[in-house]
């Protein structure tokens, strides 16, 4: 075993290929518990619940937000999910919502996990994807329009790189080439149909002919990037999401021509990009300077430019930040500077800002605390953050449990909330 990391009173005692140690409460002991890519195992006891050992906050590797759920990967690559449950889409098995991290059934380890309004989907180790909850549009990708509370297998012959899941569809890069599926009534499957009966219930190849190297789906549309950093965007153009002034329209199934593009087109812009993430009707993406650009709707100040003037083509995000990523929700976005500081502006009636208060933010507006995140992923109306020591916090509203806590210190409109950070607790 190589690079073993000894962080005896941080989370780790050690972490190497294969194998990570964490610290977790055994009643009132503290014990080590090893990760070898299988169910946790206490394996050794060392000491009597001192407070200068860790606390009972879980140590995560990664840390993915939906609409009302929130989902986490450990150090041995185990899946874990909380939030709103009525779909299944925690994948524990059952239909109960859960405030605090429930694993996800099957015996699955995974490279990656992607919530989105109601189901989820994740790559596993062996490359292969798997997706639970919601399916009544075939999202899921099991071939069937049957609901599921536990991982199923993705059909077709494919080990994905990349997968990402939006409102009703879900896309994924095989060899740089993009698939989706799921509902494409506004053409966010990009493969040049819309409206009703246009749905797939397996992947569907998007049009082009394009090779990606990053891809993200919002609420109603996908974007990808390019190697080169052109960014294309297909599905809904609502108030412009996908950044472009061409004028098309899709039939949405209920007799209404709606505005999109049923294959990708591309965002107006010629500056090269690294990163792109799609909310419901804005996007966002971060330049390879560190610049962040946002386009689509804007009544909520989500995009940043401080104003509330929604824009069909890219504008700057104010405050000269270099950011690392960026993550666009449905009316507020978040992202983390190269420094660790996280930043969110948008809509924060709920507390998803972080900043202490609930008021709306034209502009960036640094998330309380004091905490240095590797990264932060912004989803209905709650934010999560994930530091360089694994820990999990999230803010904004608790209804379902979301933010993996049963309790928070505030109040936002007469529902739970935090309107600063709090740690996910297993």
């Not at 108030?239 to 505005?259: H, M, Q, R, Y």
């Not at 449990?401 to 928070?408: D, W």
Request: net charge negative; charged share 10%; proline share 4%.
């Amino acid at each position: 075993m190589d690079k073993i990391e000894t962080r005896l009173m941080n989370g780790y005692v050690a972490r190497g290929v294969g194998l990570a140690l964490l610290w977790r409460r055994r009643g009132k002991t503290w014990c080590a518990v090893a990760f070898c890519f299988l169910p946790p195992v206490c394996i050794a006891a060392c000491g009597d619940g001192s407070p200068t050992g860790p606390d009972n906050g879980s140590v995560f590797t990664s840390v993915e937000v939906g609409e009302d759920h929130t989902c986490g990967l450990n150090a041995g690559a185990v899946a874990f999910c909380w939030g709103l449950n009525q779909r299944g889409q925690l994948g524990d098995g059952s239909n109960t919502g859960r405030a605090r991290p429930a694993r996800v059934a099957g015996g699955l380890t995974f490279d990656s996990l992607s919530p989105g309004i109601s189901h989820t989907c994740g790559i596993a180790t062996t490359g292969v994807a798997y997706c639970w909850g919601r399916n009544a549009e075939g999202q899921l990708g099991d071939d069937s329009r049957v609901e599921r509370n536990a991982p199923v297998e993705v059909s077709g012959d494919f080990r994905f790189a990349a997968l990402s899941t939006g409102g009703l569809h879900t896309c994924a890069l095989y060899g740089g080439v993009a698939y989706c599926w799921g509902s494409g009534a506004q053409g966010q499957l990009g493969n040049g149909s819309s409206g009703a009966g246009t749905g797939r219930g397996v992947p569907s190849l998007v049009l082009g002919g394009l090779s990606f190297v990053v891809l993200d789906s919002g609420g109603l549309h996908s974007c990808g990037i390019t190697g080169a950093g052109a960014v294309y965007c297909w599905g809904s153009d609502s108030a412009g999401a996908l950044g472009t002034v061409e004028d098309e329209s899709c039939d949405d199934g209920l007799g209404n021509l709606v505005p999109c593009s049923a294959t990708p087109v591309r965002v107006s812009s010629a500056l090269a990009f690294v990163s792109v993430s799609a909310g419901v009707a804005h996007t966002c993406a971060v330049t390879n300077g560190g610049a962040a650009y946002c386009w689509g709707r804007n009544v909520e100040g989500q995009l940043g430019d401080g104003s509330t003037t929604s824009s069909a083509v890219p504008v700057a995000v104010t405050g000269d930040l270099q950011f690392v990523a960026v993550s666009a929700a449905n009316t507020h976005s978040c992202g983390v500077t190269a420094n660790g500081a996280a930043y969110c502006w948008g809509a924060n009636h709920r507390g998803q800002l972080g900043d202490g208060t609930d008021s709306a933010r034209g502009s960036p507006t640094l998330v309380s605390g004091g905490l240095s995140f590797l990264s932060v992923g912004a989803g209905g109306a709650h934010t999560c953050g994930l530091t360089e020591g694994g820990a999990a916090y999230c803010w904004g509203v608790n209804t379902y449990g979301q933010l993996g806590v049963e309790a928070t210190p505030d109040t936002c409109i007469n529902v739970p909330c935090s309107l600063t950070p709090v740690r996910v607790r297993m």
